[in-house]
């Protein structure tokens, strides 16, 4: 079975190519396309697509309030792609913190439009630590660091997952952390699953946000 992908953008120029780079592929099928956030949910109910290739800036609902419309309302819901023309956007941080599972630029290259929704399919975060770090440097300031800082000593981290997240947040995937740590590829795994859920995070995007946030990683 072919993964499965929804486009929303309210530029069908946007849309076409998308459309065009990924049903080339023999792995993936686009089943649906929308013009508007609002239109997402019954989209998404009616679909069951496996990614949501999400715009931002959208002129009735834009993403960020369409992102946390469907994870709060969709069982079982899509992961999430938001596909941004600027990186370094308060759209971007804000969808990101709804749950957003990584953000793909629109100048990206074919291959890597491919790979990202491949890799989000799977259950992966793709993030970029550089960007997300500027981010939340630029937006986060002023957002309640105290109340995240609170969260993250309420979760009560042991030391090897501390060490975990600080390697998430510098971008590592899990098989960097293993050689890094000298540990198997699957302890990470439980480390990393052990800080997503002490944490309250979807995924590893959110986790390092709230690293951030918190000051328990600091931007560079």
Do not use: W
Request: charged content about 25%.
């Amino acid at each position: 079975m072919p993964l499965t992908v929804l486009l929303v953008d309210d530029e069908p120029l946007v849309r076409a190519g998308l459309r065009a780079i990924l049903d080339a592929q023999p792995d993936i099928e686009v089943v649906g396309e929308a013009a508007d956030g609002a239109a997402v949910i019954p989209l998404v109910r009616r679909l069951r697509p496996d990614v949501v290739a999400m715009d931002v800036r959208m002129p009735l609902l834009d993403g960020i309030e369409a992102t946390r419309a469907v994870l709060r309302t969709v069982p079982e819901p899509p992961r999430i792609l938001v596909v941004t023309t600027f990186e370094n956007d308060e759209y971007v941080y804000e969808a990101l913190r709804a749950g957003a599972d990584g953000f793909l630029l629109k100048r990206a290259r074919p291959e890597e439009i491919v790979h990202a929704v491949r890799l989000v399919a799977e259950g992966g975060s793709l993030l970029f630590p550089a960007s997300v770090r500027r981010l939340v440097d630029t937006y986060g300031a002023e957002r309640g660091n105290p109340a995240a800082r609170a969260a993250l000593e309420r979760a009560r981290l042991t030391e090897r997952e501390a060490e975990v997240l600080r390697l998430m947040a510098r971008g590592l995937s899990n098989a960097e952390i293993a050689a890094r740590l000298v540990v198997g590829a699957e302890t990470v795994k439980s480390h990393v699953s052990a800080v997503l859920a002490k944490l309250g995070a979807r995924d590893r995007t959110q986790a390092v946000i709230a690293a951030y946030e918190s000051g328990f990683v600091a931007p560079e």
